[in-house]
């Protein structure tokens, strides 16, 4: 009989269905606090961009994603989160008894527009350091050159979000998915859709530290020759 290899493709999918369950895990826990939703999210794309240029990252990849990010991720986190917890609010009081048509239209335009908005400036941060002024910037950017691309992607990671709003009963019968494997999961999806823009800016990036550095070489060079002179 044939053994099975240590890299076969049944352990190798063994071991991602391994991975997806602990990083999904790990984020629901380090979500806890809510003050570490920035963080968690970070280190959860962190992974999942991995996944998505077929690279491994599990449980140890994870948390050290959440301790590197965790500065730079809390107040961006906290600051989406809020506004997340706004919008919702105003959705869930635009369809109750003392909502009206406008109000309804609202409330769901906003969510459209913030719900990938909130992906985007999560998935960027995990990839890119930055301040929060370009981090805004750059979020926009992306949004407006790849929107079906991200209005995609936010529908994977906020589904869960949106039937809660609409049906909670659904959303409990479906408690397991989401304790288990689905964020890890939505998040990969997400992941793999921008992984072409994604790494498209960083081959610009390198290009052109690339060039600053060759410029800055030539010059030091010039001026060697001068002083030789």
Known sequence: MKKIGLDSG??????????IMAVNAAFLITCIPVFTYGPAKNALYACTMKWARKEEAGWSDYFRAFKLNFRSGVLPGL???VLTVIACADFLFA???????????????VLIVLFPFEEQALLFLSC???????????TLILCLSHPLRVLTGAVFM????????IDPVAFMS???????VYFSLAAWVYSV????????????FRGNEETKESGENEEAAD???????
Do not use: H
């Open 10 to 19: 049944i352990i190798r999918l063994l071991n991602r269905v391994a991975d």
């Open 79 to 81: 600051f989406m989160l």
């Open 95 to 109: 369809f109750s008894e003392y909502g009206n048509r406008f109000m309804r239209i609202i409330a769901v335009i």
């Open 128 to 138: 890119f350091g930055c301040t929060f002024k370009e981090l805004l910037y750059n």
């Open 158 to 165: 906020l589904g869960p979000v949106v039937l809660w709003m």
């Open 174 to 180: 479906l408690f397991p998915l989401w304790v288990f």
């Open 193 to 204: 859709l921008m992984r072409k823009p994604y790494d498209q800016i960083i081959r610009t």
């Open 223 to 229: 001026t060697i020759e001068n002083d030789e002179f």
